[in-house]
């Protein structure tokens, strides 16, 4: 079990976005699919801030939650990361600073970084990289960290296939070597289809949260 929802109500200027309650995230990893629009990113958000009530852009979040007792950290990324006025590698540099007690962190870094292509643009702007470099850079930081369970908000819509399947390779290494958790969101019938597939993982409609397996997505050449 990732984490049971009591309830979680999002609303803005009064009025109800969504307000879900009795679901179970079960198993290791869960994707939640739907088409853009309809309130994923929304509900994610609402996960990011853990078990306590709260306002993010404008948006109220009420919420009884439990995670799996072994979640202490989340990384939540959004589907449009923030940019900074600074390099890619001092954007490293303070990951690693915030994950010092993480064991191994340094060399999962760089691994993920050689994985990525990262390597050329270290010393180049966060302001100035394309978007499918700001992602993958937001997203080697989170695979490297210390969080038990990872939010992923569209996580291949800024990816190249290439990319995509490198993304996938490496979940599943930090799902086998870290014990970690993940949700994604996403519209993206091929990520459906390849995350639907893997032994530990769910996949639910939103916002019905009704299962679905593999056998009826349809996968997109």
């Known amino acids: 079990m990732i984490c049971s929802i009591k309830r979680l109500r999002a609303e803005a200027n009064n009025r109800a976005l969504f307000d879900i309650s009795a679901v179970l995230l079960d198993g290791r990893c869960c994707t939640i699919y739907g088409p853009s629009g309809i309130g994923k990113s929304t509900f994610l958000r609402g996960l990011a801030n853990g078990h306590a009530d709260g306002e993010v852009k404008g948006i109220k ?7 799996n007792g072994e979640i202490a950290n989340i990384r939540y990324i959004a589907q449009h990361p923030p940019r900074f006025e600074f390099t890619v590698d001092k954007f490293f540099k303070k990951m690693l600073v915030a994950n010092h007690d993480c064991i191994g962190c340094d060399d999962t870094l760089q691994d993920i970084i050689e994985a990525f292509d990262l390597t050329s643009i270290l010393l180049s702007s966060m302001m100035q990289i394309s978007g499918g470099q700001l992602h993958r850079v937001h997203l080697a930081a989170a695979l490297a960290s210390s969080a038990e369970l990872l939010l992923l908000d569209e996580p291949t819509a800024a990816l190249d296939r290439s990319n995509s399947a490198i993304l996938m ?23 459906l289809w390849e995350s639907g597939n893997e032994p530990c993982w769910n996949s639910v409609e939103f916002p019905t949260f009704v299962s679905i397996k593999p056998p009826n997505v349809h996968h997109v050449i």
Do not use: M, V
Request: charged content about 25%.
């Open 61 to 67: 979040f009420s919420k009884l939650l439990k995670f």
């Open 169 to 191: 390779r490496l979940l599943r290494e930090f799902i086998a070597n870290r014990n970690g958790y993940i949700i994604c969101c996403t519209h993206d019938p091929n990520f």
